[in-house]
T-cell receptor, first 111, second 115 residues
Framework: SQQGEEDPQALSIQEGENATMNCSYKTSINNLQWYRQNSGRGLVHLILIRSNEREKHSGRLRVTLDTSKKSSSLLITASRAADTASYFCATDNTGGFKTIFGAGTRLFVKA | DAGITQSPRHKVTETGTPVTLRCHQTENHRYMYWYRQDPGHGLRLIHYSYGVKDTDKGEVSDGYSVSRSKTEDFLLTLESATSSQTSVYFC??????????????FGPGTRLTVL
């Protein structure tokens, strides 16, 4: 079964608004990553947050991690039409190199 | 895309036929992965490799086998394709270096249809 579960499954917003996606997971993790997938393409790594970190920023991206609630959120500020994509959280909880992906959130940003 | 290619990009085959998908990388990364992506399921790990001739099963390995005879190539074989294996298959690589935190780089995908 999947480790990460994203919420919502789909999100539609206007350009300029902020988009927030959430991810919940079940077991202890070493780190949590967010990836983006444009239609018909492979996934692209966005940002990683380690289990001992609570918040991380990268450009217009802000990721939070709450290990007590086993949840993470990805915030995209001032969204653009080009942000339209599917976003996946992925967890690495084995200490090795097997990463488990969630089912993703489909984001649609209207121009 | 970080020096990773997949072939073929599209394939249509019939139930019961063998199919081999190829992943080729030029990054000299130690780890290679095969995932399948289906609506509502995200990416599910089929098999992965942690070195030449070293492979292990993922969560959906039944009906699939893999081989890695050299660092740059990772082959996924469906011995006898079934309609349930219709999917988009992604290969990914990662360096395995501690500082890289297992960031994975993905290929463009192979769309496989089994009739």
């Amino acid at each position: 079964s999947q480790q990460g579960e994203e919420d919502p499954q789909a999100l539609s917003i206007q350009e300029g608004e902020n988009a927030t996606m959430n991810c919940s997971y079940k077991t202890s993790i070493n780190n949590l990553q967010w990836y983006r997938q444009n239609s018909g393409r492979g996934l692209v790594h966005l940002i990683l947050i380690r289990s001992n970190e609570r918040e991380k920023h990268s450009g217009r991206l802000r990721v939070t991690l709450d290990t007590s609630k086993k949840s993470s959120s990805l915030l995209i500020t001032a969204s653009r039409a080009a942000d339209t994509a599917s976003y996946f959280c992925a967890t690495d909880n084995t200490g090795g190199f097997k990463t488990i992906f969630g089912a993703g959130t489909r984001l649609f940003v209207k121009a | 895309d970080a020096g990773i290619t997949q072939s073929p990009r599209h394939k249509v085959t019939e139930t019961g036929t063998p199919v081999t998908l190829r992943c080729h990388q030029t990054e000299n990364h130690r780890y290679m992965y095969w995932y399948r992506q289906d609506p509502g399921h995200g990416l599910r790990l089929i098999h992965y490799s942690y070195g030449v001739k070293d492979t292990d099963k993922g969560e959906v390995s039944d009906g699939y086998s893999v081989s890695r005879s050299k660092t740059e190539d990772f082959l996924l074989t469906l011995e006898s394709a079934t309609s349930s294996q219709t999917s988009v298959y992604f290969c990914a690589i990662s360096s395995g270096l501690a500082g890289d935190n297992n960031e994975q780089f993905f290929g463009p995908g192979t769309r496989l249809t089994v009739l």
